[in-house]
């Protein structure tokens, strides 16, 4: 809970509601049963029922006031939070009967009935839905379509998700070697390399065929050695004819 302050939470999402209550002495107050809570819409003014969860006008609200409880006195002393029914910890806007679009809640909390407690009362705000409700999923949806982009996506040519289908190719998936020549020794000179999308398509490439389902073409040449070692290569160089 922020004093003063404003919180943005997503639609349904439940927002921590605690207070920590000082006496005149400056020692927390336990044991108090008169911290409570009080919810104004400010969208309408309409006041928070507490017994149906329904926002309606002043005078027809049966419980205006919610009290806290207290969380622990010995380990968390003069801790007091919002922990009733619907509300698990933290006011539920999901609970809320009548909710209207883009609600903003005024929380205040107050001393019901003592005069002990200094610093009270206290408020913030809660905005509901708005960019949060918009945002909420995206983290997982940016990832999921830069992974879908990167597996499935690959009709644009130097795309992202194109390079990587040929990365992966490159590392012998689905590729077909032809046009292969040889020197006397046995060295080879020059060739082609067909990339597939499947193994099925590059188990029905043929020697020389084109437009057989490939999506990438690279070309090979190699220079042999002079003298006596021309079974050995001089130079390798491999180049993207499409």
Same mark, same amino acid.
């Given at each position: 809970?922020?004093?003063?302050?404003?919180?943005?939470?997503?639609?349904?999402?439940?927002?921590?509601?605690?207070?920590?209550?000082?006496?005149?002495?400056?020692?927390?107050?336990?044991?108090?049963?008169?911290?409570?809570?009080?919810?104004?819409?400010?969208?309408?003014?309409?006041?928070?029922?507490?017994?149906?969860?329904?926002?309606?006008?002043?005078?027809?609200?049966?419980?205006?006031?919610?009290?806290?409880?207290?969380?622990?006195?010995?380990?968390?002393?003069?801790?007091?939070?919002?922990?009733?029914?619907?509300?698990?910890?933290?006011?539920?806007?999901?609970?809320?009967?009548?909710?209207?679009?883009?609600?903003?809640?005024?929380?205040?909390?107050?001393?019901?009935?003592?005069?002990? #407690?200094?610093?009270?009362?206290?408020?913030?705000?809660?905005?509901?839905?708005?960019?949060?409700?918009?945002?909420?999923?995206?983290?997982?949806?940016?990832?999921?379509?830069?992974?879908?982009?990167?597996?499935?996506?690959?009709?644009?040519?130097?795309?992202?998700?194109?390079?990587?289908?040929?990365?992966?190719?490159?590392?012998?998936?689905?590729?077909?070697?032809?046009?292969?020549?040889?020197?006397?020794?046995?060295?080879?000179?020059?060739?082609?390399?067909?990339?597939?999308?499947?193994?099925?398509? #590059?188990?029905?490439?043929?020697?020389?065929?084109?437009?057989?389902?490939?999506?990438?073409?690279?070309?090979?040449?190699?220079?042999?050695?002079?003298?006596?070692?021309?079974?050995?290569?001089?130079? #390798?160089?491999?180049?993207?004819?499409?």
């Amino acid at each position: 809970m922020l004093s003063g302050g404003t919180v943005l939470v997503a639609t349904g999402d439940t927002e921590p509601v605690e207070v920590q209550v000082f006496g005149r002495s400056g020692l927390p107050l336990t044991g108090k049963t008169d911290i409570k809570i009080r919810v104004r819409r400010h969208n309408d003014d309409l006041y928070f029922d507490w017994t149906d969860n329904t926002f309606k006008s002043g005078g027809s609200v049966a419980q205006m006031l919610q009290a806290l409880s207290e969380v622990s006195a010995s380990l968390s002393p003069g801790i007091y939070r919002l922990n009733v029914g619907a509300h698990v910890r933290g006011f539920n806007t999901g609970a809320v009967t009548n909710p209207g679009i883009e609600d903003i809640y005024d929380v205040t909390i107050v001393q019901d009935s003592g005069l002990d #407690a200094v610093g009270l009362p206290v408020g913030f705000e809660i905005k509901v839905g708005r960019y949060v409700d918009k945002i909420a999923g995206l983290p997982g949806n940016v990832a999921d379509a830069v992974w879908d982009e990167m597996q499935a996506d690959h009709v644009v040519a130097n795309s992202f998700g194109d390079l990587m289908r040929r990365v992966v190719a490159l590392q012998k998936e689905n590729y077909f070697i032809d046009n292969m020549t040889y020197n006397t020794k046995g060295l080879l000179l020059a060739g082609r390399i067909r990339l597939f999308a499947t193994k099925a398509a #590059a188990a029905a490439a043929t020697d020389g065929g084109t437009g057989e389902g490939e999506f990438a073409i690279y070309s090979f040449d190699t220079t042999e050695k002079p003298g006596p070692h021309e079974e050995r290569a001089a130079t #390798a160089r491999s180049v993207r004819d499409s």
